[in-house]
């Protein structure tokens, strides 16, 4: 199918998935046309339009869905919204990319895993980490024998609460759209990431703070996971006031061989390793952990090799909307799919009920 764009949300999501997906276009990366955005915000609306060039601009999501000649719809709303469009999207039969987290709880999130699996459609969420280069190569590494078995990780990631900044969001501080704070909205990446290294969580115990006193919208989250493997991990996230250190992310993974770590920068941060056989720690630097990514990622293209290669410019977002759109257009299956995401949001909530009840919870 040759995707026909429409994007719902033109906030700082849905700007980066239109100009990922304006590049695929533009670029010959993508057979496909971007016709159409909605969004309520008139000044923010036609500011977007008229640098997008698309055709059907519109104030009403569900006019959008409704218009025929739209196939494929990126979903970049608050998260309270996403629900109710991405079954409408569902049942109109239109390819759907939505942003993550999926809903406010697992419950609403295995409802639209559910239709997006009856209707058969291609459909992808907007878990980007997984188009992380560190983050893959560090996946790599723990694959290798010679590290040994994983025994534990510390991870944190840090940012600045996302209502002011370059991001100035106007719904992540209220609690009727956001649905929670800095676990659901930001680390539900990180619980993913986890997840993909470690395999599934047996119990954990996690505590919530709200320092900036924004009502139900935490701004720190703290939980020590143990894992099925035996791995167990220590996961923080914190939302402060120091703007200058936007997105941020800190790992160590400690194995009976040896030791990896990485901090900051997701994209291109040089990887340390620590391994038995080795005559010291050493570093894997930056433009190679970029080429493994290129390889164990399959990205074949060559103008896409050479974008990847270059400095950091939203070359996460351009590769995960790519993966969706080509996806469509081959009428396959995207990923990472809702069942993957809807994993995440069951440990999730199982954090946020671990602080509630200031227990260990056992996980099924």
């Known amino acids: 199918m040759r ?29 496909g046309e971007f016709v159409g955005l909605a969004e309520p915000d008139p000044e923010r609306r036609d500011s977007y339009a008229r640098a ?35 079954l409408e999207v569902l049942a109109a039969g239109k390819a759907l990319f939505c942003e993550k987290p999926l809903a406010f709880d697992a419950a609403d999130a295995r409802i639209m895993r559910d239709a997006a699996k009856a209707a058969g459609i291609t459909h992808q969420v907007g878990l980007v980490l997984r188009f ?62 986890l997840v993909s290294y470690f395999g599934r969580v047996r119990r954990l115990h996690g505590v919530t703070r709200h320092f900036f006193e924004k009502e139900g919208v935490e701004d720190l989250s703290s939980a020590t996971l143990e894992f099925a493997s035996g791995v167990v991990v220590s996961h923080t996230s914190i939302w402060h006031n120091l703007l200058h250190r936007g997105s941020s992310r800190r790992m160590l993974v400690v194995c009976k061989d040896g030791q990896l770590s990485w901090q900051d920068d997701d994209w291109h941060a040089p990887i340390r390793v620590d391994q038995n056989g ?46 969706f759109l080509k ?29 509630r009840e200031g227990a260990v919870i056992e996980l099924e």
Not at 157 to 165: L, N
Not at 292 to 304: K, M, N, Q, T
Request: net charge negative; charged share 20%; proline share 6%.
């Open 52 to 86: 997008a060039g698309v055709p059907f601009v519109t104030g009403d999501p569900h006019a959008l869905i409704a218009h025929p000649e739209i196939n494929t719809v990126y979903v970049c709303t608050p998260t309270v919204y996403h629900r109710e469009l991405a």
């Open 132 to 193: 992380s280069p560190v983050v893959t190569v560090t996946r790599d590494l723990l694959r290798d024998p010679a590290m040994g078995t994983p025994m534990t990780a510390v991870m944190v990631d840090d940012q600045y609460f996302p209502i002011q900044g370059h991001y100035r969001s106007t719904w992540r501080g209220d609690v009727r759209l956001v649905g929670a704070g800095t676990l659901l909205e930001h680390a539900i990446h990180d619980i993913d990431v």
């Open 278 to 323: 080795a005559a010291a720690e050493y570093a894997i630097p930056s433009h190679d952990v970029v080429e493994r990514y290129i390889e164990s990622a399959g990205v074949a293209d060559e103008r896409l090799r050479e974008i990847v290669r270059a400095p950091y410019a939203g070359q996460d977002y351009l590769l995960e909307d790519y993966t």
């Open 3 to 31: 995707p026909r764009i429409g994007i719902i949300g033109a906030g700082v999501m849905g700007q980066a998935h239109g100009k990922a997906v304006h590049f695929c276009l533009k670029n010959g990366l993508i057979d």
């Open 327 to 355: 996806a469509v257009s081959d009428d396959r299956p995207s990923y990472p799919d809702f069942d993957v995401a809807v994993y995440a949001h069951e440990v999730v909530d199982a954090i946020y009920r671990s602080a």
